[in-house]
């Protein structure tokens, strides 16, 4: 079942919340010094429950933006669901 476009758009927007960018970019900041074999002693106070807080966002990021693919929009359908993902929570979620 697809979210109503309107309805989907207002969550993305939510979602676009100084809070969550910021724990969005600290994953994408633990993903890069993970690629590069830095120690993890060696990484910044990360937030402690950081996959706990992304997954959610992360996962509503997908469904939103598949809800508007389905529905037609595929711009604003693709940014949400694939680049914002991609871009902040790669880390987060096992494929």
């Not at 969550?11 to 960018?21: H, R, V, Y």
């Not at 074999?37 to 992360?58: H, I, K, S, V, W």
């Not at 809800?67 to 790669?90: K, M, N, P």
Request: one cysteine or more; aromatic letters at 8%.
């Amino acid at each position: 079942m697809t979210i109503p476009a309107d309805v989907a758009r207002r969550l993305i927007t939510q979602l676009d919340d100084p809070s969550i960018s910021n724990l969005f970019a600290q994953a994408d900041a633990r993903f890069v010094l993970e690629e590069v074999g830095e120690e993890p002693e060696n990484f910044p106070a990360f937030d402690p429950q950081l996959d706990d807080r992304t997954t959610m966002p992360a996962y509503a990021l997908v469904a939103l933006g598949c809800s508007l693919l389905v529905q037609g929009e595929h711009s604003e359908g693709s940014r949400a669901g694939c680049l914002d993902f991609w871009r902040y929570a790669r880390n987060v979620l096992v494929l």
